[in-house]
Antibody, heavy 118, light 107 residues
């Protein structure tokens, strides 16, 4: 059974950089896209970026200038960096597996709460 | 960009009720629509893909329909475990878009 486990710093000061890691346990790493999705407190879901095993990426244009997504296929891990954090970036960040055939997220990580505050 | 809207934003219902949630796209998206269920403090869970296909392991009381610009998620007989927020989602031109969500709470 495929599981995603994610971790990273939960409290940041404004202008700092968010760094998150998501590890994939079980199942294939290739053949899927791997995404980050976030959810501000009390609000809806916002897709951030995706990457595949060979490093091909797509970004949400609204965040593209501040986001980097990367992959380490040997460890079956992928990463998110979001620079110039502000309070508006306070959210729960999820990693998720994207199916290529129908472009849906079928497996999700447990979520990481990130708070940006001085 | 394609915009997704959902109605209602909140729905109050009782156990056993038939519940219908609507998702509309700003332009035709064929059948490329998914539905997710999210409970407080938990990650979303995929329920329906390609508008009407039930994800493996999801109870058959959940069903999806629609194509083009209007889609519905129906829960045939609401169960206590179904009180949650439901999101629709579309993918187009390398961009994933979620609807704003519909919260189903206890009447």
């Amino acid at each position: 059974q495929v599981q995603l486990q994610q971790w990273g710093a939960g409290l940041l000061k404004p202008s700092e950089t968010l760094s998150l890691t998501c590890a994939v346990y079980g199942g294939s790493f290739s053949g899927y896209y791997w995404s980050w999705v976030r959810q501000p407190p009390g609000k809806g879901l916002e897709w951030i970026a995706e990457i595949n095993h060979s490093g091909s990426t797509n970004y949400n244009p609204s965040l593209k200038s501040r986001v980097t997504i990367a992959v380490d296929t040997s460890k079956k891990q992928f990463f998110l960096r979001l620079t110039s954090e502000t309070a508006a970036d306070t959210a729960v960040y999820y990693c998720a597996r994207g199916r290529l055939v129908d472009n849906v997220f079928d497996i999700w990580g447990q979520g990481t709460t990130v708070t940006v505050s001085s | 960009d394609i915009q997704m809207t959902q109605s209602p934003s909140t729905l109050s219902a009782s156990v056993g009720d038939r519940v219908t949630i609507t998702c509309r796209a700003s332009q035709s998206i064929s059948s490329w629509l998914a539905w997710y269920q999210q409970k407080p403090g938990k990650a979303p869970k995929l329920l329906i893909y390609k508008a009407s296909s039930l994800e493996s392991g999801v109870p058959s009381r959940f069903s999806g329909s629609g194509s083009g610009t209007e889609f519905t998620l129906t829960i045939s007989s609401l169960q206590p475990d179904d009180f949650a927020t439901y999101y629709c989602q579309h993918y187009n031109s390398y961009l994933f878009t979620f609807g704003p969500g519909t919260k189903v709470d206890i009447k």
